[in-house]
């Protein structure tokens, strides 16, 4: 019996690949949507507007696709450190630029951040939430950092 292989498949077999795994872990800058977010704002053609997760969220219908979750959470953190209360994980460059930014304490925009953010954290609406109940350790990290930045997007009362 005779064996024949296609030649790409025999050339696979005596080549091998590198390939690099995406970032993820649980905080929020630690994965590719969310910093592939943060690179959009600051140095897109056009920059994506900082409020656009939340308006992808409000126009979902519903359900949060994983990717829409961490750049979710990682506008909300813009948010929060805009008004006070940075993460001691926001990446540098990124604090940076929001530092020479205008914004902050737009009641309706942190609303809408928090209004998000919660519904990321709702294992019934979020695919992030899905991901991460997985493993159950690696969730209750998950989900006290995602609390702590709902906890620094509390604006005081006027």
């Known amino acids: 019996m005779k064996f024949r292989f296609p030649v790409p498949i025999v050339l696979l077999l005596f080549f091998s690949v590198d390939v690099e795994a995406g970032a993820w872990a649980v905080g929020v800058f630690d994965n ?4 592939d977010f943060i690179w959009e704002v ?3 053609d056009p920059p994506t507007p ?3 997760p939340f308006k992808r969220a409000h126009h979902s219908g519903g359900y949060i696709e994983a990717d829409l979750g961490a750049r979710i959470l990682a506008a909300a953190e ?4 805009l008004n006070g209360k940075p993460s001691p994980d926001l990446p540098a460059d990124f604090a940076q630029w929001l530092a ?6 737009d009641r309706k925009l942190v ?3 928090e209004n998000a953010v919660k519904r990321v954290l709702d294992v019934e609406s979020s695919e992030l939430a899905q991901l991460w109940q997985e493993s159950p350790e690696d969730y209750a990290a998950w989900v006290k950092g ?3 930045l709902l906890a620094r997007l509390k604006l005081p009362s006027k």
Request: aromatic content about 8%; hydrophobic content about 40%; overall charge negative.
């Open 32 to 35: 590719d949507d969310a910093l």
């Open 42 to 44: 600051q140095s897109g």
């Open 50 to 52: 900082l409020s656009s």
């Open 78 to 81: 813009a948010y929060a450190a």
């Open 100 to 105: 020479g930014q205008q914004w902050g304490r």
């Open 111 to 113: 609303g809408a951040a």
């Open 146 to 148: 995602v609390e702590d």
